[in-house]
């Protein structure tokens, strides 16, 4: 018999081919990007009774075949993300967090912290209100930079090493902040609030500071800088991306 063995990870895609089968994409913690193939998932919904919906954390059983995928035997459902009919704005959102997922995780690659990303950025998902989703959208942006160690210090000052703690100007992206002290005239300061948001989020990812982000003026700022650090590790034309820009085009 084929080897089996047992995977836990989160569905990120799921790609229909053939009559009935599927190939379902996860995100593991400690295996990376694992692609499988469900067969018949299309054609029955009990073969996979744990289910294999998108979002969803699965713990699965594959078996290692002659062909080029593994094949799914048996699944059983973690944590099950985004399933209770979900508003659109919500959808698209993890979608977005599905597809830069999908840009950051490779074959065999072990990465806790993209893992834990993915997971605290659906589960805030499903949280939000999609008439407001300019600040979880940020949120989610520094996590992902963050995860992949690509987010500038934003504790410290770039110029002097002193904290940012009383706010900031971010004029470069890739170089961080440069604090109250030491920032040139003229420069759009970033309140202390948003800094002390940003920096507390990239701490403790599991709690995404989306309160205390919505209560800050100046996001733009934060929007631009982490909108061109993305631009460096993510294509700039994610299919969610698009969705997300028409849904907040009348959005403040
Ligand atoms: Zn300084």
Same mark, same amino acid.
């Given at each position: 018999m084929p080897p089996r063995t047992r995977l836990d990870g989160?569905v ?12 379902v994409?996860l /995100?593991s913690?400690h295996e990376?990007?694992v692609?499988v193939l469900a067969r018949g998932a ?5 073969r996979f009774a744990g289910g294999i919906?998108?979002?969803?954390e699965l713990s699965a059983v594959i078996e290692q075949g002659?062909?080029?995928l593994p094949t799914l035997v048996e699944s059983s459902l973690g ?55 300019? *600040? ?6 520094? #996590? ?11 504790? *410290?000052? #770039?110029?002097?090493?002193?904290? *940012? #703690? ?11 902040? /440069? ?6 005239? #003229? ?66």
């Amino acid at each position: 018999m084929p080897p089996r063995t047992r995977l836990d990870g989160i569905v990120i895609r799921q790609q229909p081919i053939a009559e009935a089968d599927v190939i379902v994409s996860l /995100v593991s913690p400690h295996e990376g990007r694992v692609d499988v193939l469900a067969r018949g998932a299309r054609k029955s919904t009990k073969r996979f009774a744990g289910g294999i919906a998108l979002f969803s954390e699965l713990s699965a059983v594959i078996e290692q075949g002659r062909g080029h995928l593994p094949t799914l035997v048996e699944s059983s459902l973690g944590a099950a993300f985004l399933q209770m009919t979900p508003q659109y704005g919500q959808l698209a959102l993890a979608s977005y967090v599905a597809e830069l997922a999908a840009c950051a995780s490779q074959p065999s690659h072990a990465d806790p912290g993209l893992y834990a990303w993915l997971r605290a950025s659906l589960a805030l998902c499903e949280t939000v209100n999609e008439q407001q989703l300019r *600040t979880p959208r940020l949120a989610i942006e520094v #996590g992902f930079l963050q995860a992949l160690g690509v987010c500038p210090d934003l504790q *410290t000052c #770039g110029e002097c090493g002193q904290d *940012t #703690g009383a706010g900031g100007t971010w004029q470069d992206a890739d170089a961080g902040l /440069v604090c109250t002290r030491c920032l040139r005239a #003229g420069s759009e300061t970033l309140s202390p609030a948003l800094v002390r948001a940003l920096v507390l989020w990239t701490l403790s990812p599991a709690e995404p500071p989306v309160d205390a982000l919505a209560a800050s003026a100046a996001l733009h700022v934060a929007e631009k800088r982490v909108a061109s650090l993305l631009g460096h590790v993510a294509p700039p034309t994610l299919r969610s991306a698009v969705a997300l820009r028409d849904l907040q085009r009348f959005q403040v």
